[in-house]
């Protein structure tokens, strides 16, 4: 009987080793992005591809599979401008092949992509008041100021969750494009699109209320994707603007992202670029360094942080050398997909990018605006400087949009500014729980501390100008160079 016990028990350890034999990690099958070197003509690229299927082919028999295995190899070839990817489901050791050819740049994984909204709580709505610069004396209630051309004869491509076209904030001008999203109709069915395109465009909630929206579903109803779908977008967006006419007249707006560097999304966001689509995306939600975001991380995206109605850096918001400018991200109402007259409060720098966008959208049909580069110069000549508080590395630049910017001060953490210039004119006092500062126009008295005169050349705005409020009483926003 022992040595019948030891018999077992050696085949019993055994087992494991024996189990283990037909499973290998080269064998297991991913889905990957392959991205080529920029430069190659059209026979480089299809060497590659015949060298890729000849490796691919040589794993299938190597692993016993059909050759004509339908779930694996090449999916999906993108050529966005002078970038060149392909998908492909594959498995380790085709994948080591492939990144020795000469032809390749990287192979990477297809990484989750989500959107970057947080909780929702109601709140009246201030974005816009804050985009156009108008004072207003109780919070939450704001007055949207802005030309009347409203980003008529542009095109906003939203690439997110789809979009409630049939909502009354849109008024004929939204549209689907197309789904890359398996399993789902082109509906919306979580709410972050329609909500991040009526801010672009609706009519009541959009920084420009002509523009013209675009809907391309990336993200499922739980608001979740991956790079393959997001680079499928972007070949559409790349061949819907060129064969159209009109690269110089549209803006891409990604209100998403993932933590992790993506060479494959960062390079199709540089071919957008390049072409002359501006791309403005959400710097991320996670109180972190923008920098190590995708596709935040590009240096040809235009990166959103968000604020709170105080102006300070919303606590969630992502910071850093990667976040180009802010806008309002906190509380933020906007069209719901319940019913087409329903709307929703959502949270994020989801919904501070919109605002980016949709001022994009306004400048450019405002000044004839068609470069990237020259809608970036004018938003970046327009924006409030030194207006956020805690930027933390960031560049501290508040969207704007020039309605009021002349003589007109805009409030933030330097309000001793505000003090002295009110000193100049007469008396001075805070408002409780406020940034804003209000004077009487012609009082005499002045706080020593408070008395030296600020140089006008040292103002935002050549001179003082005031929104009444009633006959004695104004409020002044204002803040240093």
């Known amino acids: 009987m022992v040595g019948l016990k030891n018999v077992v028990t050696f085949l019993v350890a055994l087992l494991p080793a024996v189990s283990a034999v037909p499973v290998s990690d080269n064998d297991s099958v991913d889905k990957y992005i392959v991205t080529l ?33 339908w779930n694996e190899g090449v999916r999906h070839s993108f050529k966005i401008r002078d970038h060149q990817s392909y998908s492909a489901k594959l498995d ?83 549209v689907m494009g197309k789904s890359f999203v398996a399993n789902e109709t082109e509906e919306d069915l979580h709410g972050h699109g329609t909500h991040v395109a009526a801010t672009i465009g609706g009519r009541t909630f959009g ?17 979740d994707g991956d790079t393959e779908d997001l680079l499928r977008a972007a070949q ?7 064969e159209n006419n009109r690269t110089s007249k549209s803006v891409v707006n990604l209100s998403l992202g993932f933590r992790g560097i993506d060479t494959a999304a960062n390079e199709a966001v540089k071919a957008l670029y390049e072409e002359g689509l501006l791309v403005v995306v959400a710097a991320g939600n996670d109180n972190d360094d923008a920098s190590l975001y ?33 806008a309002p991200g906190n509380l933020i109402l906007s069209a719901d997909i319940t019913g087409d007259d329903s709307f929703a409060y959502m949270s994020g720098t989801s919904m501070a990018t919109p605002h980016v966008a949709g001022l994009a959208a306004y400048l450019k049909a405002l000044y004839g605006l068609e470069k990237p580069a020259d809608v970036i110069a004018k938003i970046r000549l327009l924006g409030l400087k030194n207006a956020v508080g805690d930027p933390r590395g960031s560049t501290n630049l508040l969207a704007f949009n020039g ?42 008295a002045c706080p020593p501390e408070h008395r030296e005169k600020l140089p006008p050349r040292r103002l935002w705005a050549e001179q003082l100008q005031t929104t009444q409020h009633n006959t004695e009483n104004y409020v002044v926003w204002g803040q240093e160079w």
């Open 92 to 174: 380790l050791k085709t994948v080591e092949e492939i990144k020795s050819h000469s032809a390749v740049v990287s192979v990477e994984a297809t990484k989750k992509i989500h959107i970057w909204d947080t909780a929702t709580q109601p709140l009246a709505p201030w974005g816009l008041g804050s985009i156009s610069f108008e004072i207003q004396d109780d919070y939450p209630v704001q007055t949207y100021r802005y030309d009347e051309s409203a980003g008529e004869d542009t095109w906003t491509y939203v690439l997110d969750t789809g979009i409630r076209t049939s909502h009354s904030e849109f008024e004929g001008r939204a």
């Open 207 to 223: 920084v420009a209320k002509k523009t013209n929206l675009i809907g391309l579903k990336v993200l499922d109803r739980y608001g």
């Open 236 to 242: 559409w967006v790349y061949n819907d603007a060129t």
């Open 37 to 69: 070197r920029r430069g190659l003509n059209a026979r480089d690229v299809a060497d590659h591809m015949q060298f890729t299927r000849e490796v691919h082919s040589r794993s299938l028999v190597r692993r016993g599979k059909s050759v004509h295995a």
């Open 403 to 444: 309605l009021g910017a002349r003589g007109l001060l805009r409030a933030n953490t330097k309000v001793l500014a505000v003090y002295r210039l009110l000193c100049s004119y007469g008396d001075v006092m805070s408002r409780p729980n406020s940034s804003s500062v209000r004077g009487r126009h012609n009082a005499t």
């Open 294 to 326: 995708t596709p935040a991380s590009s240096p040809y995206s235009f990166t959103v942080g968000a604020i709170s109605a105080n102006n300070s850096r919303a606590d969630f918001s992502n910071w850093g050398k990667a976040v180009d400018v802010f």
